[in-house]
């Protein structure tokens, strides 16, 4: 069974930064893609970032390109998502998922419970 485990959420000033994990378990992800999504309250879930777990090809929301990175530590098994120049406008619960075809849709199919970020002004 798949287990995607996020962790590395808080609070932050804004411009300030923050690294998110996801730890990875439970397959092989090789031929997977993992990928980053938020919601903020009263919103749809967006899509963040992702990366191929095989070629670490990256993709980016325009909302955070130049600012979040998106990478990968094979021997941990994790993915991890390392926030900079936070904005109050990035406020909201970000997810990690992972599936084999890479699409800025939340329709992934696997997914973790999530990690609160919230960044004041």
């Known amino acids: 069974q798949v287990h995607l485990v996020e962790s590395g959420g808080g609070l932050v000033q804004a411009g300030g930064s923050l690294r998110l994990s996801c730890a990875a378990s439970?397959?092989?992800?090789?031929?997977?893609?993992m990928g980053w999504f938020r919601q903020a309250p009263g919103k749809e879930r967006e899509f963040v970032a992702a990366i191929s777990w095989s070629s670490g090809n990256t993709y980016y929301a325009d909302s955070v390109k130049g600012r979040f990175t998106i990478s990968i530590d094979n021997a941990k098994n994790t993915v991890y998502l390392q926030m900079n120049s936070l904005k109050p406008e990035d406020t909201a619960v970000y997810s990690c998922a992972a599936d084999r075809a890479v699409r800025s849709s939340a329709d992934w199919r696997y997914w973790g419970q999530g990690t609160q970020v919230t960044v004041s002004s």
């Open positions: 439970g397959r092989t992800f090789s031929d997977y893609h």
